[in-house]
T-cell receptor, first 114, second 114 residues
Framework: QKEVEQNSGPLSVPEGAIASLNCTYS??????FFWYRQYSGKSPELIMF????GDKEDGRFTAQLNKASQYVSLLIRDSQPSDSATYLC??????????????FGTGTRLLVSP | KAGVTQTPRYLIKTRGQQVTLSCSPI?????VSWYQQTPGQGLQFLFE???????NKGNFPGRFSGRQFSNSRSEMNVSTLELGDSALYLC?????????????FGPGTRLTVL
């Protein structure tokens, strides 16, 4: 079992719809979670960070965290063709070395059609 | 503030050769991490350097090594290149003391091994 799992997609949604991206993780000790967006040929850029259970909203983006069920999701409202990219879920956890490690899922490819 | 920079951006090598990649972090960031990204495996953590010391290491063979200089710039070296080393190599920096462990990525070096 991978530490962080995402459906590779592609997830296809029409322009203006809500895109829902999901991520599950295996380490119950994980404490903080990130969503990165990566356009083809580019490096990942941070779009959301969430630490506490519940929802966190930032513009058209909402991150949802459920630690008991070990999943984190990203909702994109009013999806635009410019949102077409790969979305990477990343989980931050402490190692027994005393240092933190960021573990990434393989990403979900989102396609928004005009 | 300038972002993370990486050189070179593209590199073509043949099997058996070695390669050195360079990364300059965001000014004031002293932690530098390296990742390998391939279509099949996604983003895989290589190692992290802080204050010229490696403090975190992923599960890669000893052919992969790195170092950090007193100005926080970092290099990674891959010796005896194999075809499977073809990948996008990403460098990321972060502020020390950042409990979130937010990584800021550079543009990456695309390595092709023939």
């Amino acid at each position: 079992q991978k530490e962080v799992e995402q459906n590779s997609g592609p997830l296809s949604v029409p322009e203006g719809a809500i895109a829902s991206l999901n991520c599950t993780y295996s380490d119950r000790g994980s404490q903080s979670f990130f969503w990165y967006r990566q356009y083809s040929g580019k490096s990942p850029e941070l779009i959301m960070f969430i630490y506490s259970n519940g929802d966190k909203e930032d513009g058209r983006f909402t991150a949802q965290l459920n630690k008991a069920s070990q999943y984190v999701s990203l909702l994109i409202r009013d999806s635009q063709p410019s949102d077409s990219a790969t979305y990477l879920c990343a989980v931050n956890r402490w190692r027994n070395t005393g240092f933190q490690k960021l573990v990434f899922g393989t990403g979900t490819r989102l396609l928004v059609s005009p | 503030k300038a972002g993370v920079t990486q050189t070179p951006r593209y590199l073509i090598k043949t099997r058996g050769q070695q390669v050195t990649l360079s990364c300059s972090p965001i000014s004031g960031h002293r932690s530098v991490s390296w990742y390998q990204q391939t279509p099949g495996q996604g983003l895989q953590f290589l190692f992290e350097y802080f204050s010229e010391t490696q403090r975190n290491k992923g599960n890669f063979p000893g052919r992969f090594s790195g170092r950090q200089f007193s100005n926080s710039r970092s290099e990674m070296n891959v010796s005896t290149l194999e075809l499977g080393d073809s990948a996008l190599y990403l460098c990321a920096s972060k502020r020390e003391g950042d409990y979130r462990n937010e990584q800021f990525f550079g543009p990456g070096t695309r390595l092709t091994v023939l």
